[in-house]
């Protein structure tokens, strides 16, 4: 039974939104940092954002700072990735993943994410 599922990816126009989901099962998912990474054809994952168990810390990687933003519902046990200003370079399968040990805080070190969900395509058109 797979531990992570990610939805909300789709088509849209360069300047536009969409909200990523994870929804998470199967472990305490709520104590551990999560975090969205992206891969898009012939490159290597790629840092997107993370935030800490309780949502007080998020750190963002440089090509999303401004326009992405993460968010979590510890009652849901989601997290969540609102995406504006969409940019073609953008397009990738989005992952969510969360920290290997309870006492990360945030990190943009990828290592040190396990349990990866299936992915979710994010194609922005220019």
């Known amino acids: 039974q797979r531990q992570l599922v990610e939805s909300g990816g789709g088509l849209v126009q360069a300047g536009g939104s969409l909200r990523l989901s994870c929804a998470a099962a199967?472990?305490?998912?709520?104590?551990?940092?999560m975090g969205w990474f992206r891969q898009a054809p012939g490159k290597e994952r790629e840092f997107v954002a993370v935030?800490?168990?309780?949502?007080?810390?998020?750190l963002y990687g440089d090509s999303v700072l401004g326009r992405f933003t993460i968010s979590r519902d510890n009652d849901k046990i989601a997290v969540y990735l609102q995406m504006d200003s969409l940019k073609p370079e953008d397009t990738a399968i989005y992952f969510c993943?969360?920290?290997?040990?309870?006492?990360?805080?945030?990190?943009?070190?990828?290592?040190?994410?396990?349990?990866w969900g299936q992915g979710t395509q994010v194609t922005v058109s220019s």
């Open positions: 935030i800490s168990w309780n949502g007080d810390n998020a």
């Open positions: 993943s969360a920290a290997r040990s309870t006492d990360i805080i945030a990190t943009m070190d990828i290592p040190s994410f396990g349990a």
């Open positions: 199967g472990r305490a998912f709520y104590t551990y940092a």
